[in-house]
């Protein structure tokens, strides 16, 4: 079955300095997408960035990137130049891909990893 | 916005009582899902739907059941409220599988049973 993990429950960064948030996973599937999102203390999800199974490079959005190690199964994000602004829980998630018939499309997520950053 | 609101946003409930909350989306998005967050566990799925009348179970679908009478409803019924409910629920919808296509979560919506 398909399994993500976050093995830092919590993380300190100074500002301005950059930060790397760990996930694993777990899928016999080929076809599979990983996305990262944010969750700040008002609760919202904020989706940051997408890497597809198949993607060649590194995706990137901004300060935001995404260490893409397929042979290890981790999927880093890492956050550059860090903001007070980026105080917030990080989920990592990976969506399933085709099964029999059709896609379920389903979202699975890790338990998040709560950043600090500190002034 | 992304055109999905949840309702109530906040419920204060009775052990045994049933409860339903309402996902209601305007983007005509296919999939709807719903997921409970609690603390040290992230996000766990529930019950998601890939189209009217479809549904299936998540990972922690006990004693919940879901409906998806048409395109932009989608809802959760606690059949009869327990303590272990408490919880943050949100709905989220995405528009077609595979590829880039993303996720659109709601607001949440915080549960309390007493």
């Known amino acids: 079955a398909q399994k993500i993990t976050q093995t830092q429950p919590g993380m300190f960064v100074q500002e301005k300095e950059a930060v790397t948030l760990d996930c694993t996973y777990d899928?016999?599937?080929?076809?599979?997408?990983l996305f990262w999102y944010k969750q700040p203390s008002s609760g919202e999800m904020i989706f940051l960035i997408y890497q597809g199974s198949y993607d060649q490079q590194n995706a990137t959005e901004g300060r935001y990137s995404l260490n893409f190690q397929k042979a290890r199964k981790s999927a880093n994000l890492v956050i550059s130049a860090s903001q007070l602004g980026d105080s917030a829980m990080y989920f990592c998630?990976?969506?399933?891909?085709?099964?029999?018939?059709?896609?379920?499309?389903?979202?699975?997520f890790g338990t998040g990893t709560l950043l600090a950053v500190q002034p | 916005d992304a055109g999905i609101t949840q309702s109530p946003r906040h419920k204060v409930t009775e052990t045994g009582t049933p409860v339903t909350l309402r996902c209601h989306q305007t983007?005509?998005?296919?999939?709807m899902y719903w997921y409970r967050q609690d603390p040290g566990h992230g996000l766990r799925l529930i019950h998601y739907s890939y189209g009217v009348k479809d549904t299936d179970k998540g990972e922690v679908s006990d004693g919940y059941s879901v409906s998806r009478s048409k395109t932009e409803d989608f809802l959760l019924t606690l059949e009869s409220a327990t303590s272990s409910q408490t919880s943050v629920y949100f709905c989220?919808?995405?528009?077609?599988?595979?590829?880039?296509?993303?996720?659109?979560f709601g607001s949440g919506t915080r549960l309390t049973v007493v």
């Open positions: 983007e005509n998005h296919r999939y």
């Open positions: 989220a919808i995405s528009e077609s599988a595979g590829g880039i296509y993303g996720y659109t």
């Open positions: 998630a990976m969506r399933e891909g085709w099964k029999g018939g059709g896609a379920t499309n389903k979202l699975i």
């Open positions: 899928t016999s599937d080929p076809s599979y997408g």
